[in-house]
């Protein structure tokens, strides 16, 4: 990071002139003037129960023109026997997974969209496992934009589903991820589309902090201890930071919670930064959890400085621990994760079990996608059906202890 400042507005620059590619920008505000503005006392006027409730901390202008659909603002629902069970204190679920898309990405991809139609673009792009594009194309749906879309061969149906039936100009790539996120890039510059990629794009994460804004309000300024988020990229557990540390900036929360980063085993080149404090070293990803399986993490400083700013930690869960967790979290919260969501979990799980975090911790999960996106995981997770013929007898001799 060279610390070059840069005006806001229509012609601001997306990465770092001097940096090149790899200088993320990071979106900064007036917070005197914010903080004059938003109090806890006018946020509970507020009417708004949406991601634009927090217009002053969002890089908008002052006509930005919003989608219908309501971003945002998901319930806050404590599990108390999900607590139990993995031996914490208390556990909150941020379920995200009821954004109109079904996916934390919803918050990003709004405001990406209304960048967009700011910077008089009519067509965004991105590259994407999955959920990115899937919100995208929703975004793009409500407000009237083309949307182009590569995926990767291998995303899951129920994600494909959703970009299709929202009208998007679908393009699968035969080729791994990065490969794919590097023709999305290049085809961005060369018909200059918009490009909503959290690797280039400053004002994704703006959008994604929100859900650390509705965190302290929800839970009515009293913040858990831990904050479990799933990494994949690292964009999502930045943005969690930037929400609460921006929150802490405006003097509405004392304390922000500490962060716990959960990467899937088997593909966790973040942790491994994290715990080397080394540069990033690029890995093949293995793993059933397709919204966290980044082999080249774009975000992956902001995620190690975020997690490390916070005074908390990383660590990796295997894919049974999520299915395991998949499960949990279905049958005692009653609450349906993906994989990647359901990993946040895991992580809890273990850092409990291992002691990372004292027990009897208070604790929240923030869960980033809904069950319904990769449902062959389900499957694969749950329990199976008993097949039995239409009679009673069958019935009582399956249902015996
Ligand atoms: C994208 C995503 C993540 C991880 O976010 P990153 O910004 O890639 O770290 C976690 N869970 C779900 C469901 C996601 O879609």
Same mark, same amino acid.
């Given at each position: 990071m060279c610390g070059a400042e840069y005006p806001a507005g229509p012609r601001a620059p997306m990465t770092c002139p001097r940096c090149g590619i790899t200088g993320i920008l990071d979106v900064q505000y007036d917070y005197r003037a914010v903080a004059r503005r938003l109090t806890r006392r006018a946020l509970a006027r507020r009417t708004d129960f949406s991601? &634009?409730?927090y217009r002053e901390l969002l890089p908008l202008g002052a006509r930005a023109h919003l989608p *219908?659909? /309501?971003? $945002? &603002?998901?319930p806050l629902e404590p599990a108390p026997a999900l607590a139990r069970h993995l031996g914490l204190g208390s556990l909150l679920l941020k379920d995200d997974g009821r954004n109109p898309s079904a996916?934390?990405?919803?918050?990003?991809?709004a405001v990406g969209a209304v960048k967009a139609l700011e910077?008089?673009? =009519? #067509?965004? /792009?991105?590259a994407s496992t999955g959920n990115a594009a899937s919100s995208l194309a929703c975004m793009a749906a409500s407000l009237g934009l083309q949307a182009i879309i590569f995926v990767p061969e291998r995303a899951p149906e129920p994600k494909l589903a959703q970009l299709l039936t929202f009208g998007a100009t679908v393009l699968r790539v035969r080729g791994s991820y990065d490969q794919t996120w590097d023709i999305c890039q290049r085809s961005c510059e060369r018909w200059g589309w918009y490009n909503r990629n959290a690797a280039v794009n400053p004002f994704l994460v703006e959008g994604k902090k929100t859900v650390s804004l509705e965190i302290c309000e929800q839970a009515e300024w009293r913040l858990p201890e831990w904050v479990a988020v799933s990494v994949g990229d690292g964009c999502t557990i930045a943005g969690t930071w930037k929400g609460f540390r921006e929150m802490r900036t405006l003097g509405l929360i004392r304390r922000a919670p500490k962060l716990l980063g959960v990467q899937a085993a $088997? *593909? *966790?080149?973040? #942790?491994? !930064?994290?715990?080397? $404090?080394? +540069?990033?070293?690029?890995?093949?990803? =293995? #793993?059933m959890a397709d919204s966290i399986a980044v082999g080249v993490p774009r975000n992956w400083k902001k995620a190690v400085d975020a997690v490390r700013e916070s005074g908390g930690t990383m660590l990796n869960v295997g894919d049974d621990e999520i299915q395991e967790a998949m499960r949990v979290t279905g049958r005692l919260a009653g609450v349906f994760a993906e994989p990647? /969501?359901? !990993? +946040?979990v895991a992580g809890l799980a273990r850092a409990a079990r291992e002691g990372v975090i004292p027990r009897r911790a208070a604790t929240l999960a923030v869960i980033t996608g809904n069950g319904l996106k990769d449902t062959r995981a389900a499957l694969d997770a749950a329990p199976k059906p008993m097949d039995i013929p239409p009679d009673l007898a069958a019935v009582e001799a399956a249902l015996a202890p």
């Open positions: 991601e &634009w409730r *219908a659909l /309501a971003v $945002g &603002w998901s996916s934390l990405k919803d918050r990003a991809s910077a008089r673009k =009519h #067509t965004i /792009a991105c $088997g *593909a *966790a080149p973040v #942790t491994e !930064a994290f715990r080397s $404090g080394a +540069a990033l070293r690029p890995v093949e990803p =293995h #793993t990647a /969501a359901a !990993a +946040a």
